[in-house]
């Protein structure tokens, strides 16, 4: 999709900010194809960013994560407030694709004009799905839904680390996976806000409950404690306790000062990223420009040691010089 650069940003992002739907999909497809014009309305909406909450759900594959942001999406609605849902799949290279039971879970929604839901995949490059996501929140956030729920799969290793998205991280773990397999993963207990412990209703989520807590006893976390929460997305159980220790941390964060600093650091992370990735895609354009595969050829024959290539390259970009040439 395409939208003519003879467009108004003004238009798009007062578009935007009446919290039209249609122009709200638009957009998310420029970021999530990187396109300059995306980051632009973007930055028109800036100053409208920073009121929403965004709350993070991670967890292994088929822990209930879109489950449970069905029920949570019910439970927000419930209690009056607006809801805007990115479902993250790394794996998947449609954009915009669900698979069949995301699909007919989002569709109860399709009618509620309090409801955004939208999946994000890596039709682009899979390094620019993280920055493509946070975007997207920040543009979920300008069109003024006070809650944004991120699902994204898998800790730690994770394409789109979840701690750089959101306010509020609700770990997700499932009875039956085996210890090793979540618990002692590394960085997740110190990742998570809040632990769900789904699928309650079957064998073993006893033991996961009781590990969590021990392990969280073991840690150490300032003055929020994380609470472990049972729930059974299928059934609703605990999801209204969910919410609120979502929206109890949330106000914690607010009355510690730590809302603010925790989403400059994430600001600054964002922009680090963006940076390096541009002088990355700089470094690469110039030597591939200048030299082609000679470089590498230098390097296999020893006509170059890869200190002096790093150092002549880093030298070339800065001063936009051409590299020396060995004779
Ligand atoms: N028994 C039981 N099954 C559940 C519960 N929650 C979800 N499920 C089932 O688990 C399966 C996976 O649910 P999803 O919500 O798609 O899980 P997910 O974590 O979003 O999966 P991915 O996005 O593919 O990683 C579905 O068949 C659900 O019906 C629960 O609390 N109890
Ligand atoms: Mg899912």
Redesign the pocket.
Known sequence: MTTSSTHNQTSWAQRILDGDRRSLAQVISLLENQEQEGFNILKELYPHTGQAHIIGLT????????????RMIQEIRTRGHKVAVV?V?PTSPFTGGA?L??RI?MQRWASDPGVYIRSMGTRGSLGGLAQAVYATVQLLDAAGYPYVLV?T?GVGQSEVDIVQVADTVVV?S?PGLGDDVQVSKAGIMEIGDIFAV?????PGSQRVIIELESMLDLGSHGNWRPPVIP?????N?GVSQLVTAIQDHYAFLKENNLLMEKRLTRQKESVLQRLTERIRKDITELWTKEHGSQIWQDLAAKRIDPYTLEEQLYLNWKGGNTVDKKD
């Open positions: 967890g292994p594959p088929g822990a209930g994560k879109s489950s449970l942001v069905d479902a799949d698979i039971g995301d879970r699902e799969v997700v499932v789904n699928k309650a209703d079957l729930t059974v997305a299928t059934t159980q």
